[in-house]
């Protein structure tokens, strides 16, 4: 049988790359979103699992304090998703991973067996593509579903 519910997976970090596959993702779950079938939209957002070392762990100074303002940060990053999805009322789903950005993308992608994932490009030049690489190209090389990059 035609399975016409799909599972859609968009990476959203709070750039404006990011606001832009927010909004194509939430249109790609609506065109495919009846009574009957209804898609499903994964908003994630991940973090690195171990924060990364400062100079300031190594001296004297003291150490880092973790930023009271999360919520407010987290509502921000899922403003535009949310926003979008309850216009078009679509199915949400916001979740927060741990992990290297591809990695974890690409696990909670077959974890929960998303038909599609939807990512940002992060409009970096050519030299920083080449130093750090770029993590829509490697999500899209490795992933076993589809991969939308959205411009």
């Excluded at 949400?92 to 929960?112: N, Q, W």
Aim: aromatic share 6%.
């Amino acid at each position: 049988m035609l399975n016409l519910s799909k599972k859609i997976l968009v990476a959203i970090d709070g750039s404006p790359a990011s606001d832009k596959a927010a909004e194509e993702a939430v249109r790609l779950a609506a065109a495919t979103s009846s009574v009957r079938f209804r898609s499903t939209l994964f908003a994630v957002i991940v973090l690195p699992s171990k924060e990364a070392p400062a100079l300031t762990d190594l001296s004297l100074a003291p150490a880092r304090q973790q930023k009271v303002d999360w919520q407010e940060r987290q509502r921000r990053i899922f403003y535009v998703v949310d926003k979008a999805a309850t216009e078009r009322d679509v199915c949400l789903r916001k979740e927060i991973i741990y992990g290297e950005v591809d990695d974890a993308l690409l696990k909670f992608a077959d974890d929960e067996e998303c038909d599609v994932i939807v990512i940002g490009s992060s409009g970096k030049g050519r030299l920083m593509r080449m130093l750090r690489g770029s993590i829509s190209t490697k999500v899209a090389l490795s992933a076993r579903c589809s991969v939308y990059i959205v411009r």
